[in-house]
């Protein structure tokens, strides 16, 4: 049994070479300086783990560590994503549903803003503006913030013929989530996301105010915290054994929702437009085609990204500009993709050498068994 335990062993450790052997200070020093001589930034951080949780890499700068809680901005958009999925697995939301059946001041307003749906609400292809003055109103409700959007800003497209990145059409679904899960997004998000999940220190009062939380980007979270919301949609929904989203609800947030609409706004910091989820940016797409990396970067500079094809996560974690820091994230993803699939070698021939010597040795002992066994038992 030694024998075996040995082996399996040995073999264990092969499969883990690739997050122990990988050096990532060439693209995480230039982290390190850039900091060094901007003061101003008090810090940041860096999680990349497989979906078992793994840790591959981790490193805090400044005063940063697991628990430092920072208002995140846009990539608050796959958190409320998840509220929404919630409420679509349960039944109490259809992501084809119309507003205008939903919300009054929505019902018979024209050039189609009544007949924009959930799904066309969180993936930019609403019609509506990206920003309005609504979603940052400190002096109105997430109710209130919906019905003036509804009532007061004008349609720049038809719904679904136009992809125009922002948080206005997000405002309206969060609307949407607090009257059909008949209580408010804080309630909805803490019972649906943030308890299953352990996410106690994740709420949306990173900016914005809590009677009108900005549900595109006003929640405020830590490396801790996010990285059991990314664990769990690379594990399909599950996490530490409890279903938090089904599977069919992640496959669906991580599928292109943007259709035939054009592109008419989109960040900078994201480069060639591969398509958008439910509320997350498509990043990458294999060989034939089908989406593999998701991201939701903040314009603070932090960046969740996922990879599913190579089953691990990431999260750059800063307070500051995303301008300053998309460079670093950028490298940081490209290095830990090109590694992770080269970083597991050959057997060497020692090591295969030790392995068939194991082997041998292991069969011996059987065969001493069996004969002594035989012995025995007089045969």
Known sequence: MRIVFGMLTLLSSVSNLSADIIDFSSVTDPVGQYLATHPIVPGA???????KGKVIHEQYWGGYNRQTVIPIASATKWLSAGVIMSLVDDGRLN???????????????????????????????SGLPGATQWESSSTVSLQTAAANIGQLTSMQS?????????????????A???????????SLFDNRIAVPLGMTNTDYLGVGTASNPRIAG???????????????LGNHGEYNGLQVLSAAAVEEMLTDQTGAATLA???????????????????????????????SPGVF??????????????IFLVDSNLGSFDGFTDDIRNFTANALASSVPEPSSALTCSIMVLACAFKRTRSKLVSVQMYRSGR
């Open 176 to 186: 949407v989530a607090e009257v059909v899960g008949e209580t408010g997004w804080a």
């Open 158 to 174: 038809i719904p679904g013929t136009s992809f125009a990145y922002g948080g206005a059409s997000m405002q309206v679904a969060g």
């Open 45 to 51: 951080g860096l999680m990349i783990a497989d979906f």
């Open 265 to 295: 706004s989109k960040p900078n910091a994201i480069g060639a437009f591969q398509g958008y989820g439910i509320g997350n940016w498509i990043e990458r797409r294999d060989a034939n085609g089908k989406p593999m990396e998701f991201t």
């Open 218 to 232: 006003g929640a405020q979270t830590s490396i801790d915290n996010l990285s059991r919301y990314l664990q769990m």
């Open 301 to 314: 500079g932090t960046t969740p990204w996922l990879n599913i094809n190579q089953g691990y996560y990431g």
């Open 95 to 125: 992501l084809d549903r119309r507003v205008g059946t939903i919300l009054p001041s929505f019902a018979g307003q024209p050039n189609g803003k009544s007949d924009m749906t959930v799904r066309q609400m969180m993936s930019h292809t």
